[in-house]
């Protein structure tokens, strides 16, 4: 079968490095064109821009994938079928016709819940302790189509976004190429999705990200952990946004405090914070501009003592 692969994330890889180690022809792939990024405005490529020139596969990148150029050009790959994998962009129906066999998306989630940008992210945050994977077949509407195969992924106590995501990549490679086997020989079932149980998953901006201390330390625990793949939950201390990367959940209500105060600072808890509920050790943390940290180093070298408060 002649596939074109459009992705553009991590999350992407799996996919794509099944694909290119299949009986299938990879006839070519469409990722986001390059950007100048960082402070220093270096140009940067997709994961997926890299891993095809790596491999020599044919590679496009238009700035708008439905334009009639890109349409024109997608037309002369003849596919059969398009594979979308975290590419970020709804196609037209112009786009959709061009394959003989449509086209299949790999979605994070369990859909129809968590349809959105940011499904991974947001079954943390709610404190899921079970996702997965859908294939499913691209129309119109964001993340609408008939379910071809799906795969549930649990989550465990340990788990944060990024290794999340890494699990479910890798699962939805195998729920992709299970399914393109299925559509290969006409045995695919299409199951229409129930609209009653549709959840929303939408990308997650920076003002979203800021900790809401008056909730309960297990939620805020959720919160930090979901988020470590878009920039990470943050708060701010003394006017200097700290951005955190892990927490925990003490089982202890610890002294009547505001929400947000620092309670104990140790080498074995790191910043203890009370919470709406509960109190929260954060363990690792970045200071704007800075790097990734322990959060007691971080104490030692800023100034930050029993008492003080993230806002």
Request: a neutral charge.
């Amino acid at each position: 079968m002649n596939i074109v692969f459009l992705g553009s994330s991590e999350f992407s890889i799996p996919s794509l490095e099944a694909l290119y180690n299949s009986q299938h022809n990879l006839v070519g792939v469409i990722s986001r064109p390059d950007r100048p990024k960082g402070r220093g405005l270096e140009v940067s490529s997709t994961p997926v821009t890299a891993f095809a020139r790596e491999s020599n596969i044919p590679l496009y990148q238009p700035e708008d994938i439905c334009a009639a150029e890109s349409v024109q050009t997608l037309g002369g790959m003849k596919p059969d079928l398009l594979v979308i994998v975290s590419f970020g962009r709804i196609l037209t129906r112009a786009v959709l016709d061009i394959p003989s066999e449509g086209t299949v998306n790999v979605h994070a989630s369990l859909l129809p819940c968590y349809r959105g940008a940011a499904p991974v992210e947001w079954a943390l945050v709610n404190g899921e302790t079970e996702t997965g994977v859908t294939i499913f077949r691209v129309t119109e509407k964001l993340d609408a189509g008939d379910i071809i195969r799906q795969k549930a992924v649990p989550i465990s106590d340990a788990d944060d976004a990024v290794s999340m995501a890494g699990k479910l990549g890798r699962a939805g490679a195998q729920a992709l190429l299970e399914s393109i086997r299925l559509i290969e020989t006409g045995t695919a079932r299409f199951q229409p999705q129930d609209e009653k149980m549709v959840t929303r998953a939408p990308k997650i901006r920076t003002q979203d990200r800021r900790t809401d201390w008056t909730r309960s330390s297990a939620d805020i625990r959720n919160f930090i952990r979901g988020l470590t793949t878009v920039g990470c939950a943050y708060s701010f201390l003394k006017e200097t946004r700290i951005a955190f990367w892990e927490a925990r959940a003490l089982p202890t209500q610890g002294p009547a405090a505001p929400p947000g105060t620092i309670l104990a600072i140790s080498p074995e808890e790191g910043i203890v914070v009370a919470a709406g509920k509960g109190v929260l050790s954060v363990l690792s943390l970045q200071r704007e501009s800075g790097k990734q940290m322990n959060a007691y180093a971080f104490t030692l070298g800023h100034h930050v003592a029993v008492g003080d408060r993230f806002e």
